[in-house]
T-cell receptor, first 110, second 114 residues
Framework: GQQVMQIPQYQHVQEGEDFTTYCNSS?????IQWYKQRPGGHPVFLIQ?????EVKKQKRLTFQFGEAKKNSSLHITATQTTDVGTYFC??????????FGSGTRLLVRP | DGGITQSPKYLFRKEGQNVTLSCEQN?????MYWYRQDPGQGLRLIYY???????QKGDIAEGYSVSREKKESFPLTVTSAQKNPTAFYLC?????????????FGQGTRLTVV
């Protein structure tokens, strides 16, 4: 069945450093979504990528979707303490089944 | 005010008991999902439904059951067959019309077996 893998599992950075998390699917995806979960909270939708090779930016966050539509990345430039949380990618295939990666937990030292 | 509501927020269950977690949405979404999250872990799909009176098993459906009698409601029953039910349960819903299929999550239910 469809699997979505995400690395690294966690990353601890100094405030101001950059951060990247990577997502890989075992199958071709219709789209990829990214979510952020704050400690003790629930996942909140950040963005969706649909097209092969698509790149989208939200302020300091840059999202990419691979050419083969099987991988994606999230890059945060100059992290801030407000970026703390777990970032999940979620892949959706031709059905509406939404499979989440294992998440990358980001810790930021002030 | 539109949204997705899960209840209760905290639930305690004795071993051998079935419990039902509620999930209601007023977003007019067709698709609904149940996920399980263990401490420090990702979200694992239990069941999902794309339409009323139809649902599919996810990756960890054993020991769980669902129903989808109404578009707004997708309750999850954790049965006594689920050997390790203590976890954080998240319900989500989304539209089916692409490309706007982002999922909206409820606040979650923390289930503890005592």
């Amino acid at each position: 069945g469809q699997q979505v893998m995400q690395i690294p599992q966690y990353q601890h950075v100094q405030e101001g450093e950059d951060f990247t998390t990577y997502c890989n699917s075992s199958t071709t995806l219709s789209n990829i979504q990214w979510y952020k979960q704050r400690p003790g909270g629930h996942p909140v939708f950040l963005i969706q990528l649909v097209k092969s090779g698509e790149v989208k930016k939200q302020k300091r966050l840059t999202f990419q979707f691979g050419e083969a539509k099987k991988n994606s990345s999230l890059h945060i430039t100059a992290t801030q303490t407000t970026d703390v949380g777990t970032y999940f990618c979620a892949g959706q295939d031709s059905s509406y089944k939404l499979i989440f990666g294992s998440g990358t937990r980001l810790l930021v030292r002030p | 005010d539109g949204g997705i509501t899960q209840s209760p927020k905290y639930l305690f269950r004795k071993e051998g008991q079935n419990v039902t977690l509620s999930c209601e949405q007023n977003l007019n979404h067709d698709a609904m999902y149940w996920y399980r999250q263990d401490p420090g872990q990702g979200l694992r799909l239990i069941y999902y439904s794309q339409i009323v009176n139809d649902f599919q098993k996810g990756d960890i459906a054993e020991g769980y059951s669902v129903s989808r009698e109404k578009k707004e409601s997708f309750p999850l029953t954790v049965t006594s067959a689920q050997k390790n039910p203590t976890a954080f349960y998240l319900c989500a819903s989304s539209m089916k019309s692409r490309p706007n299929t982002e999922a909206f999550f409820g606040q979650g239910t923390r289930l503890t077996v005592v």
